[in-house]
């Protein structure tokens, strides 16, 4: 399946960035990724901080792209799974987010606790990784979209 296969059934809107709008969701990201390194949170904050700072990066290349997701209830699923598409991150590496997302949705809606440390620190390394790929995959596929 392609992007343009996802807007045809209806998973995903048309969406126009801009410059300031990647810009602002890069700070997001980037405040994201400095929060889920401070030791005196709970390790499920920090899981979750980092887990926000790896959907901060798809939906930036999903929307660099021309894309958002389309309301429904599964903006998350559908922006981990967009990965593939966009900046072709291997199936595993969506898998392991996707795993994520249902941990991240226990630890912040049913059971406080869940997460091991172990998680968090490969959620967070998992994080810093997407970003860099980020950032290589804008300078060469949408270098009008960065500062």
């Known amino acids: 399946m392609s992007l343009q296969d996802w807007f045809n059934n209806q998973w995903l809107r048309s969406h126009t960035t801009s410059r300031q709008e990647v810009s602002e969701l890069l ?48 903006e998350h699923f559908r922006t981990i799974q967009s990965l593939t598409l966009t900046m072709q991150t291997d199936s595993i590496v969506v898998d392991q987010l996707d795993r994520f997302r249902g941990k991240r949705s226990t630890a912040m809606y049913e059971c406080a606790g869940t997460v091991s440390e172990a998680e968090a620190r490969e959620m967070i390394d998992l994080a810093f990784r997407l970003r ?4 290589a995959w804008l300078r060469n596929r949408y270098p009008r979209l960065l500062t």
């Open 27 to 74: 700070s997001v990201l980037d405040r994201n990724l400095t929060d889920c390194r401070h030791p005196e949170l709970s390790v499920d904050a920090r899981f979750n901080f980092a887990y926000q700072a790896a959907m901060q990066t798809a939906s930036i290349a999903l929307r660099a792209c021309g894309f958002l997701p389309s309301k429904g209830g599964y």
């Open 132 to 135: 860099e790929e980020l950032m």
